[in-house]
């Protein structure tokens, strides 16, 4: 008969759904269940950790996990986050309202609504707002994409 999750438990898995899943996160979530079960005075090895994590989530085992997911995958950001950055040189603050992992797993798409629109034209003969903007960005928030003299398109931060 399986045993049954205590509330504790389920709260440890909680945590860890809002990270894309990769082996790290689940290695993490195999660590919090170990000290969990230790508290309870149950103590489990970690490979037994491992394994049990894995079905949680669905896998067979822990080998079958392993495989199917990825290394590592961490989210610099998360929608509903607050963040501050500059798009096209221009200085703004927003919501991020969406974030997409890439197949390269080291870039991500992200989209941000300003606080208040953004002018991204440099001219003074005309001006051209966004309120939003989709940009891809790396691991640190900086997108690849480059202006003319070699700025990034889109510079982010958290707030």
Same mark, same amino acid.
């Given at each position: ?5 205590? #509330? ?27 000290? &969990?079960? +230790?508290? +309870? ?9 491992? &394994? &049990? ?55 991500? #798409? ?12 440099? $001219? ?6 966004? #309120? ?15 202006? $003319? ?11």
């Amino acid at each position: 008969m399986a045993r049954r999750l205590t #509330q504790r438990e389920k709260q440890i898995m909680t945590s860890f759904s809002l990270d894309t899943p990769s082996t790290a996160s689940f290695k993490a979530e195999a660590r919090a269940l170990r000290a &969990e079960r +230790a508290r +309870a005075g149950e103590p489990i090895s970690h490979g037994a950790a491992l &394994e &049990e994590i894995a079905r949680r989530h669905g896998y067979r085992d822990w080998n079958t996990a392993h495989a199917a997911v990825p290394e590592r995958a961490v989210s610099p950001f998360q929608v509903g986050q607050r963040v501050r950055g500059a798009y096209l040189r221009q200085p703004f603050t927003g919501l991020v309202i969406g974030v997409q992992l890439l197949a390269d797993m080291r870039h991500y #798409q992200v989209t941000v609504k300003f606080d208040r629109p953004v002018d991204v034209v440099t $001219s003074k003969l005309f001006t051209a707002f966004r #309120q939003r903007v989709t940009a891809i960005i790396d691991l640190r928030g900086i997108s690849p994409a480059r202006t $003319s003299d070699g700025e990034p398109h889109l510079r982010l931060s958290k707030i």
